[in-house]
């Protein structure tokens, strides 16, 4: 009998889990002080009658006849849970608007920031446990959900999108690279503007491009930019007056950043596109700044950028975008009447010109939704990687990054793999940059015998400021355009934004730009932009020298 009941129980706890009602998401430590915005979600069909939530102390269950079809959302505070997610929940635990039915307490179940468990019952029967930090790891303002039946798959915070992957056929591209024919591939793209333009952008401090838009807005385009509210070092002067210029324009101009209202959703908004009249998208590695968009002739920096044409592709973004530019993380950008300027620049020798191809299969790659396509991609190789970054962090003191380690893996099933860094002072005068990640890598390579090779770029022999693509070329067929930084931010706290291109002669493009910057940056390491240290050293030598002809010309006259 013992073993006939053990059976029953583990078969009703099969049902529960696989094919019943059971906890799919929930959010211990919100944001707003005190949690009053807590919830959870069940998803399931069917009347909850019998069904108690508990955490062992506390707990609730449902008015009699309840009904789920779907997911139903249970929140300690209705008004607290609508001013962070934008809507009301579907119960709430403590009464505080009509507008929201309430739970049956029994007791208090208040979920505990660090260290808690969730149990739903059904009479007498567990039907689901799940326990933090035992099946969850704690953070706050993390939602954690499940999905296939794995808890947090990804990190996910409180705003956050959750886009799935996405692939689109028959993509008209026209690729281009910074910093040669860059500017007037967006340029001609917002002169061709009608109706929409939707921009969303790291730092915008360019004049031309801010003049471009506000053109387009004077022709009855109608125009919105949202930037990052609080980008490293904080919203420059230039930045400040450019969004100055496109308010008076009647452009608004907003920012994502932590309000009263509301916790910014993500780290860094750090993407880099603009959605065109929901047909095309301009997307690249590159900020609205001189150095990334220069005028054909002038040096700026290297970067990758796509023009996409397709309006399902463009639906996409455009959804990113609105999701992106709602909620109480969004608010105006204060510019100021500081004139325009653009800072000069020396000449550069243009090599490259777009590279326009039909037919591509583009894949979105969206951070942090879809991140782990990147990975895919790497793993997938089967003859060759071309990677070009502004830099490359290890994840901890011992791990490596795992883009790079995914690569490395590659040489080891006989994939030739290729990595050239960023040589500018301040991606080479650390103890742990680009410089010594180059020496990481070819010591991996010679110890293994491995087909893989680092390189620092050398600037000088290209003419370029720096390094500041974010690309991978994969079998000569395929190609990585994005924002996407290779450190543990980027990938998992940032909204970045990029593609992955199918396409022979896109990929041919890029790897003909990649072999310039690869061919003469040689293997001893590059020369860079001189640095601060660099600059008082020369400095100084230039001072010592002078004494010494002055000291020595003196003597010679006595």
């Not at 039915?101 to 029967?125: Q, S």
Request: proline residues 6%; charged residues 20%; negative net charge.
């Amino acid at each position: 009998m013992r073993r006939i009941a053990a059976a029953v129980l583990l078969l009703c706890l099969l049902a529960g889990t696989a094919g019943g009602i059971q906890i799919v998401e929930f959010c211990p430590d919100p944001y707003q002080p005190g949690d009053p915005d807590e919830y959870l979600v069940l998803e399931g069909e069917g009347v909850l009658d019998g069904y108690v939530l508990s955490d062992g102390e506390g707990g609730y269950r449902f008015p009699p006849g309840t009904r789920i079809d779907g997911r139903l959302t249970v929140a300690r505070g209705g008004p607290a849970f609508e001013r962070a997610h934008g809507y009301l929940p579907d119960f709430e635990i403590e009464a505080r608007t009509a507008e929201v039915p309430d739970v049956i307490p029994n007791g208090n179940l208040l979920m505990a920031n660090r260290a808690d468990e969730l149990l739903l019952y059904h009479g007498t029967t567990l039907v689901q446990q799940v326990a933090w930090p035992a099946d969850v790891h704690p953070r706050e303002g993390q939602i954690h959900y499940q999905e296939d039946g794995v808890w947090d798959p990804r990190p996910l915070s409180i705003g956050q999108s959750r886009l799935l992957p996405a692939t689109f056929e028959g993509v008209a591209v026209t690729a281009f690279a910074a910093p040669d024919c860059s500017y007037e591939v967006f340029s001609a793209a917002v002169a061709e503007a009608e109706h929409e333009i939707l921009v969303n952008v790291y730092e915008f401090t360019d004049e031309k491009m801010a003049r471009d838009l506000i053109s387009a807005r004077e022709r009855g385009v109608a125009v919105t930019v949202l930037l990052e509210g609080g980008p490293v070092g904080g919203v420059s002067a230039e930045g400040r007056a450019v969004a100055g210029a496109l308010n008076r324009s009647g452009i608004p101009v907003l920012s994502m950043t932590t309000t009263d209202a509301a916790h910014a959703k993500y780290r860094y908004d750090h993407a880099k596109y603009l959605v065109i009249d929901g047909s095309t998208v301009l997307l690249g590695s590159e900020n609205f700044k001189p150095g990334g968009y220069p005028e054909a002739g002038l040096q700026g920096n290297r970067g990758w950028g796509v023009l996409l044409e397709d309006p399902k592709l463009a639906a996409y973004f455009r959804e990113v975008f609105l999701l992106d530019a709602a909620g109480g993380d969004i608010v105006p950008l204060e510019g100021t009447a500081a004139e325009l300027c653009t800072p000069w620049a020396p000449d550069y020798t243009v090599e490259f010109t777009v590279c326009r191809a039909e037919g591509a299969r583009v894949t979105p790659v969206v951070s942090p939704d879809t991140s782990a396509l990147i990975l895919g991609l790497i793993e997938g190789a089967q003859e060759s990687i071309a990677i070009e970054q502004a830099y490359i962090t290890n994840e901890t003191g011992h791990d490596l990054n795992p883009y790079l380690a995914a690569a490395i893996d590659a040489s080891r099933r006989g994939v030739a793999v290729r990595v050239l860094l960023d040589s500018a002072w301040f991606n080479t005068e650390g103890d742990a940059d680009n410089d010594e990640m180059v020496g990481v890598i070819n010591r991996f390579a010679a110890a293994e015998g491995l087909p893989l090779e680092a390189r620092l770029a050398d600037l000088e022999a290209n003419d370029l400021d720096k390094i500041h693509n974010k690309g991978v070329i994969v079998d000569g067929r395929t190609v990585l355009v994005s924002s996407i930084n290779w450190n543990a931010n980027s990938p998992a706290f940032n909204r970045e934004a990029g593609v992955i291109i199918e396409h022979p002669d896109i990929a041919a493009y890029y790897t003909g730009v990649f072999e310039d910057d690869w061919n003469v940056s040689n293997e001893e390491g590059a020369g860079g932009a001189p640095g601060p240290d660099r600059l008082k050293i020369v400095a100084a030598a230039c001072i010592l020298a002078g004494l010494t002809g002055l000291y020595l010309y003196r003597r010679r006259r006595t």
